[in-house]
Nanobody
Framework: QVQLVESGGGLVQAGGSLRLSCTAS????????MAWFRQVPGKEREFVVI????????YYLDSVKGRFTIFGDNAKNTLYLQMDSLKPEDTAVYYC????????????????WGQGTQVTVSS
């Protein structure tokens, strides 16, 4: 079992940047598939990016490719999401998730979640 705590959300103007952090209670890299999801009111939680548990292969939502980057710090058990060129449509609550399955893509397939952090992009 792993506990996840996100931080780094906030209010930013369109075109700006934010870096989200997800700190885990234990080792995550090489153990869990990790992902960032986001959710807006009235919509389902959608994946933003997934990083596979072994090879570290990444899969990005098409609308964030080239703007968002997932990376980690193994020593700190921390996963990051660097978000550049932010758009108003990126406004959402962002969640960090982890699971032992190889490549779960749906939110329902993830066992462990952080509490979420709000990202608001103003136009």
């Amino acid at each position: 079992q792993v506990q996840l705590v996100e931080s780094g959300g906030g209010l930013v103007q369109a075109g700006g940047s934010l870096r989200l952090s997800c700190t885990a209670s234990g080792r995550i890299f090489g153990t869990y598939t990790m992902a960032w999801f986001r959710q807006v009111p009235g919509k389902e939680r959608e994946f933003v990016v997934i990083i596979s548990r072994f090879a570290g292969t990444t899969y990005y939502l098409d609308s964030v490719k080239g703007r968002f980057t997932i990376f980690g710090d193994n020593a700190k058990n921390t996963l990051y999401l660097q978000m550049d060129s932010l758009k108003p449509e990126d406004t959402a609550v962002y969640y960090c998730a982890a699971d032992l399955k190889q490549l779960p893509s749906l939110a329902s397939e993830y066992a462990y979640w952080g509490q979420g952090t709000q990202v608001t992009v103003s136009s």
